[in-house]
Each structure stands twice: as structure tokens, then as C-alpha cells.
């Protein structure tokens, strides 16, 4: 049973641009949620995906957006890139939304 | 609000020098309470999920509880390897079931 992988592990970009973060979801897994973890704090929520639909989102702007593929793999897109977005991103699956498997994250930096 | 405060920020003990970690919780409506193991530049491992008061659930040196307003993850006789920071978190029953609420977790550093 593979676990949930994450690419790229780290990304450097400039402020303004854009970045694609990818997750592919444990098997027999339907539900992916991203999480964003700054420094020192706890995971926060930015959205989940259930069967290809957005179903929840946390408190992020609209220019963080996804999608999940028919194979339950999912995107991360964030848009004009800030300082402020530079983090750990986490993706976590599940199966109906039971318990989550997180991924080891992908470190963004923006410079 | 819902939201979870966790103590103490930080924790050192001796190998052996057994502890209790907390993890208060504010929520409409409980539907479970998680504790994860995060290692440095890992993503969180899971531990425990809680459902209702007076629930308890162990692995190995590990034991988590469960009251109306807080959770304990109690370690005995820990060992280096069990430094990290744990995070706990709740699922409220109210919005999307990936609605994990995190606190900012306690960092454990178990000396030899």
C-alpha cells in the first residue's frame, strides 16, 4: 500500500509568479485536502476535494485554487505568488473523509 | 470560534522521565479529535482519533485521553526517538470533513 507522495519536496519562486504543487493520494483514498504550515505553527485547512468537486475551504483568497483527477490525484495552484506564501504544504487523503494519511510536504519559498 | 490551544509550547525530558502533553479544545459539536507526530520537515504521522468523552486508545509508550474540553497525550517512559512535536487537532462536525483545526503543537526533546 503506497503512501501519499508529493512533488516537487522543494520549490523556489519569485514573488508575483505562479506554482503547480502535486499529490497523488493513497490507494483507495477518494478525498485529498491541502493544508498550508508556516514556521512554528500548526497545519491550517485551505481545501478538500471529493470525486473531482471542491467540497470545503478554509479561510485562503481565491488566488489559491485545485483540482482532483479521476484518479483521486490531486493540484495545488497558487497565483501571484507573496512573501507570506512561503511554507510547507501539506496534502492529506482519506477515504469518504475517515482518517487522513498526510504526505511529507512540499517547502515553498518565495523570494 | 473553534480552535485548539495546546501546552506546554515546548518539553524536555529525560530518557525515562514519563509526561503529559494537553491539547484544549473549543468546538460547536465534536465529530473526532486527532493527535499526529510531525518530525522535522515531515509531514504529520498519524497517532490517535478520539471520538467521545472518557475515550482512551495506547500504542506503545503512548496513551491519549479524551474529556469534553481537553485531550492528554500521556508518554512513560519515553525514549530519544520519541522527540518530535505532536500535533493535535479537532473535526468539527459542522463543514467539509478535511476541516482538520490544528494547534501549534508541542515540541518533545527526550534526552539520554
Known amino acids: 500500500e503506497t503512501g501519499v507522495t508529493q512533488s516537487p519536496t522543494h520549490l523556489i519562486k519569485t514573488r508575483g509568479q505562479q506554482v503547480t504543487l502535486r499529490c497523488s493520494s493513497q490507494s483507495g483514498h477518494n478525498t485529498v485536502s491541502w493544508y498550508q504550515q508556516a514556521l512554528g505553527q500548526g497545519p491550517q485547512f485551505i481545501f478538500q476535494?471529493?470525486?473531482?468537486?471542491?467540497?470545503g475551504r478554509g479561510n485562503f483568497p481565491p488566488r489559491f485554487s485545485g483540482l482532483q483527477f479521476p484518479n483521486y490525484s490531486s493540484e495545488l495552484n497558487v497565483n501571484a505568488l507573496e512573501l507570506d506564501d512561503s511554507a510547507l504544504y501539506l496534502c492529506a487523503s482519506s477515504l469518504d473523509g475517515g482518517g487522513y494519511t498526510f504526505g511529507s510536504g512540499t517547502r515553498l519559498t518565495v523570494v | 470560534e473553534d480552535q485548539v490551544t495546546q501546552s506546554p509550547e515546548a518539553l524536555r525530558l529525560q530518557e525515562g522521565e514519563s509526561s503529559s502533553l494537553n491539547c484544549s479544545y473549543t468546538?460547536?459539536?465534536?465529530?473526532?479529535l486527532f493527535w499526529y507526530r510531525q518530525d522535522p520537515g515531515k509531514g504529520p504521522e498519524f497517532l490517535f482519533t478520539l471520538y467521545s468523552a472518557g475515550e482512551e486508545k495506547e500504542k506503545e509508550r503512548l496513551k491519549a485521553t479524551l474529556t469534553k474540553k481537553e485531550s492528554f497525550l500521556h508518554i512513560t517512559a519515553p525514549k530519544p526517538e520519541d522527540s518530535a512535536t505532536y500535533l493535535c487537532?479537532?473535526?468539527?462536525?459542522?463543514?467539509?470533513?478535511?476541516?482538520?483545526?490544528f494547534g501549534k503543537g508541542t515540541k518533545l526533546s527526550v534526552k539520554p
Open positions: 487537532a479537532v473535526q468539527p462536525l459542522r463543514g467539509s470533513q478535511g476541516n482538520l483545526i
Open positions: 468546538v460547536s459539536g465534536l465529530r473526532g
Open positions: 476535494y471529493y470525486r473531482e468537486e471542491e467540497n
